[in-house]
Nanobody, 115 residues
């Protein structure tokens, strides 16, 4: 089993920045992909960004140029630097890890972008 715990969410004004963290623990597959997803009120959960063990990244078009995903594999942590935040970025952000045929989710952290 893998446990994922997100942190770093909160209230920020439009144009501001936040940095989310995801701490992984347990039996973490050596080869895995980690990612951030988000779910806004009344909407389906959507992919934000992913990163592989090797550091290959993918971003949704809606966040390209504003968000940056990174990971510290030695510390089993993943990060999401979010800049130039918009009200439409308001959502619960979830950490996900996929490896060895299984997928795990964190409990989510709320990001609210509002003036």
């Amino acid at each position: 089993q893998v446990q994922l715990v997100e942190s770093g969410g909160g209230l920020v004004q439009p144009g501001g920045s936040l940095r989310l963290s995801c701490a992984a623990s347990g039996s973490i597959p050596s080869i895995n992909v980690m990612g951030w997803y988000r779910q806004a009120p009344g909407k389906e959960r959507e992919l934000v960004a992913t990163i592989t063990n090797g550091g290959n990244t993918y971003y949704a078009d809606s966040v390209k140029g504003r968000f940056s995903i990174s990971r510290d594999s030695a510390a089993n942590r993943m990060y999401l630097q979010m800049n130039s935040l918009k009200p439409e970025d308001t959502a619960v952000y979830y950490c996900r890890l996929i490896g060895s045929g299984s997928a795990y989710w964190g409990q989510g952290t709320l990001v609210t972008v509002s003036s």
